[in-house]
């Protein structure tokens, strides 16, 4: 019974692992299935998870604190009487209890600031949450479009095997006409094979690139992957137009997770300055109690111990206080604790200015390439027209015995490379100009804050 029941899973498992292979896949719903199932993106919510606490805490701290207190005690030979003050050489027990509560009255803002450095933080791990999950998406993009480029090295590779198929036939039968020496043969073969080698290679690369989606997007029980056929589409709609630097900067500056991240932690290390601060002035609080205990040496006119009702009652205390502490002297430690807190303020505003030039640095390059490859891809597409009416010249040639072999792999090659080079311009503007909405604030992925 439970060897058919592992087949039968086995069984369930593959199933569905082929109706996943089998689907088709876009590049938005590679992006949601990754960040639903993405291991590392559990970590940041954790912290996430953690801060939140801490903050909520920190609120809470403002509550009174209230503390009961109970013991036993057993005293052996002479020992104190708690009752009466004097000693005595006997063995006897007693119990105590007691209920406490205190409150902060003053504290030189402490807690009041710690409770905004902790806001700070959470919300600063918010905005790294999110900007992981971006992160993640671009790498998703990446390994998708990667996907498309190696297919399309797939397709030139088969396309070239195709030609050369063709001419291996073509001189096979001339070679039976008499129209060409047997080492014609050789010679096509030898092309035949090296065009099958390369599309044996596209193919392992393609092979690799749908591993490295399949890794991002953490699918199971999956060793292959369809994604949407839409590479004719790419670049199409590009905006024939140069773009400024300045502008972008300005429109990311404001919603990027990762500066605002970082400007929240930077308001969270001046709070935290403020913190050891108060640190240095005097603290006042309130406290209150109520306490009572049972004694076995409390004993009535005829030697005989009291009840524990009656001693309970009867022994009840109460008691209220104010509590004032000044900070005289802790070996200079207060004031290096606000020394600290100073310089962690410090890294944290550099860290900032940081952030804020890695990202323009950032868009600078990828304004550059945009503009570069709104050139590249015009000359990209000419050079390919080119080379393409220069092998089919060429193609044509050798058939009628004009040019030898090698003339045409060469024709051939250059094709191909041209080809190859179109490809990952396309490429390289479509995920160039899909960085640059990001950076607009236009709506490349669906991502939920």
């Known amino acids: 019974m439970n060897q058919k029941i592992k087949i039968t899973t086995i069984l369930l498992f593959s199933i569905w692992g082929s109706i996943i292979a089998q689907e088709t896949w876009t590049l938005d719903e590679c992006v949601s299935f990754a960040l639903e199932h993405n291991l590392q993106l559990n970590d940041f919510e954790y912290t996430d998870q953690s801060n939140r606490e801490t903050y909520r805490q920190s609120i809470r701290n403002l509550l009174p604190s209230v503390n009961a207190n109970a013991n036993y005690n057993i005293s052996f030979g002479r020992a104190e009487d708690p009752n009466t003050g004097t000693f005595v050489n006997q063995d006897f027990y007693s119990n105590n209890y007691s209920l406490e509560s205190s409150i902060d009255l003053f504290q030189g803002f402490q807690k009041i600031n710690s409770i905004k450095a902790s806001k700070f933080l959470y919300q600063a791990t918010q905005e790294e949450v999110l900007q992981q999950k971006y992160l993640l998406a671009f790498r998703v993009m990446q390994a ?3 996907i498309q480029f190696f297919k399309g090295l797939v397709e030139i ?4 095997l195709n030609v050369s198929q063709s001419n291996y036939d073509l001189v096979g039968k001339q070679i039976e006409l008499g129209l060409k020496a047997g080492a014609d043969l050789y010679e096509a073969e030898s092309l035949l094979l090296t065009d099958k080698l390369n599309v044996t290679q596209s193919k392992n690369q ?3 690139a749908k591993l ?5 997007m953490n699918l199971e029980n999956v060793s292959d992957i369809l994604i949407q056929e839409d590479l004719a589409e790419i ?3 590009l905006d024939h137009e140069e773009i400024a630097s300045d502008s972008i900067y300005s429109e990311a ?7 605002k991240a970082q400007e929240l932690r930077a308001k969270a290390a001046k709070k935290q300055v403020a913190v050891s601060r108060g640190r240095l002035y005097p603290s006042l609080s309130l406290f209150a109690g109520i306490g009572t205990g049972y004694f076995e040496t409390t004993r009535d006119t005829l030697g005989n111990t009291l009840p524990f009702r009656e001693q309970f009652r009867d022994n009840t205390s109460q008691y209220v206080g104010i509590n004032i502490n000044v900070p005289i002297s802790n070996g200079w430690s207060a004031r290096s604790r606000v020394k600290q807190s100073k310089i962690e303020r410090l890294r944290a505003e550099n860290n900032l200015k940081t952030q804020e030039q890695v990202l323009f640095q950032a868009i600078q390059q990828l304004v550059q390439d945009y503009n570069s490859l709104l050139v590249e891809l015009v000359q990209s597409n000419q050079k390919m027209e080119a080379q393409n009416l220069a092998f089919t010249i060429a193609q044509k040639r050798y058939e009628k015995g004009m040019i ?7 024709a051939k090659n250059l094709f191909a490379s041209a080809q190859n080079e179109n490809l990952q311009v396309k490429l390289r503007s479509e995920i160039n100009k899909s960085t640059l909405d990001f950076y607009r604030g236009l709506p ?4 939920g804050s």
């Open 404 to 410: 030898n072999a090698l003339e045409l792999f060469t």
């Open 212 to 216: 490295a989606l399949i890794q991002e």
């Open 157 to 160: 590779s088969n396309e070239q």
């Open 444 to 447: 490349v992925f669906n991502i």
């Open 253 to 259: 500056r404001e919603f990027l997770p990762m500066i």
């Open 144 to 146: 998708f479009y990667d």
């Open 235 to 237: 670049t199409n709609d």
């Open 206 to 208: 393609l092979a690799a």
